[in-house]
């Protein structure tokens, strides 16, 4: 009889990571001239599974973040409780981005990653314009909720959704058994996210794959002093911000949340993507972590759109960088304008194709520094935003534990529980033939 206990969610993605970097680095090295392999492996086998993935972690979250949302919204007997969870959300997650961006201002200036750069290169950066933040406001409220979903405009889904579960609840019997048919839905999907998740280490393997046989060392060996210091500040707000909020606010212990992040973050660094990563955070924040779903399915996708942690980092470190590089002093005005720009543009740039640049421009707009320095940091850009995503889906769900503690919304023993979730994860496809 076999005893051996098979590995888990974690270890099977892990592995599909660290296998498709090597295979990555391998076929770069040994067959860097060969057609066939870059024609039909790196660009067909590799390219075609990894948008696969992507577009099958895209397909659930419009109807996860919707159906989610009107049940939440719905089981609310007092509306007043939407409000204040509102605010509280919105709260922290405006004041995480300011913190991430004082933090980065604060490691740049120490340690002065572009001394002796050489920032001449003719490289130039078009950046497209952020709308204003009155029009994001605006845009938030869709003129016709199918196109909204069709084009996944998160926040309008996130708005409409809100207004559905409202009426739902307000609407008596009739919107009783409507309730039961979403609550039957999200069970469904639920098991959507558990198999795709079944699937995921293979689709890791591919984006690995493909991204590391393009990655060149060269890139990040001329730009070392940049990305180490932006990994090291993204890596000190992830552990310790994140890790003394919770504790603080909570009183929950730190690294059991992180152990249980950790198919999350992994989905997240892989993707490079908060949004596409919405079905496996909000999975693991009710699931694992225990957060009633009236507020991890309202916290989760608003943090996916709009909290930019990982992002601001960024503008911080890179803002400093580029001013050093190209030897222009940056006032104490000069750094609350950029904490001040960076923490709105991370609401103001909400689902702008590019937002990290985008920001970053505006940011540079607004202290004068040549945008031609985007340029020359945008050849490291892929694996830090890879980062900078698995740093922002962690503070999307630290806010979202809070919250839910605060609101009396949250399972203790199932966050302390090291096998909570595994339950849901199951899928048992024999069912499908049973009559």
Sequence with gaps: MNTKKPMSLTGRV??????????????????????????????????VGGKIFIASLKMLVVPLVFVSLVCGTSSLKDLSTLGRMGGKTLAFYIVTTAIAITLALTMATLFHPGSGADLTSAASFNHTQAPSLGQVIV??????????????????????????????SAAGKPGERVAAVFMDLNEVIMKL??????VAPYGVFFLMAKLFTGLGL?????????????????????????GLMLKGFTGLNPMTFFKKMEDAVMFAFS????????????????????????????????????????TAIMQGVATVFIAQAFNVDLTMTDYLSVILTATLASIGTAGVPGVGLIMLAMVLNQVGLPLEGIALIMGVDRL???????????????VTIIVGKSEGAFDESRYNDPNAGQKEEEVHLSQVNQS
Excluded: C, W
């Design 14 to 47: 892990l592995l599909g990571m660290f296998a498709g970097i090597v295979t990555g680095f391998l076929l770069r090295t040994l067959f860097a001239d060969n057609g066939f392999v870059d024609n039909y492996i790196v660009h067909g086998l590799f390219e």
């Design 139 to 168: 845009n938030m409220f869709p003129t016709n909720p199918i196109n909204a979903m069709a084009e996944g405009n998160t926040l309008q889904i996130i708005v409409f959704a809100i207004l559905f579960g409202i009426a739902i």
């Design 193 to 198: 996210v558990a198999l795709l998740m079944h």
């Design 218 to 242: 060269d890139a990040i060996l001329n730009l070392a002093a940049y990305f180490l210091v932006l990994v090291a500040t993204l890596l000190l707000h992830g552990f310790v911000t994140y």
């Design 271 to 310: 993707t490079s993507s908060s949004n596409a990563t919405i079905p496996v955070t909000m999975e693991t924040a009710k699931n694992r972590m225990g957060v009633d779903n009236k507020v991890a399915s309202f916290t989760v996708p608003l943090g996916a759109t709009i909290n930019m942690d990982g």
């Design 384 to 398: 830090l935003d890879m980062t900078r995503t698995a740093v922002n889906i962690t503070g999307d769900s630290v």
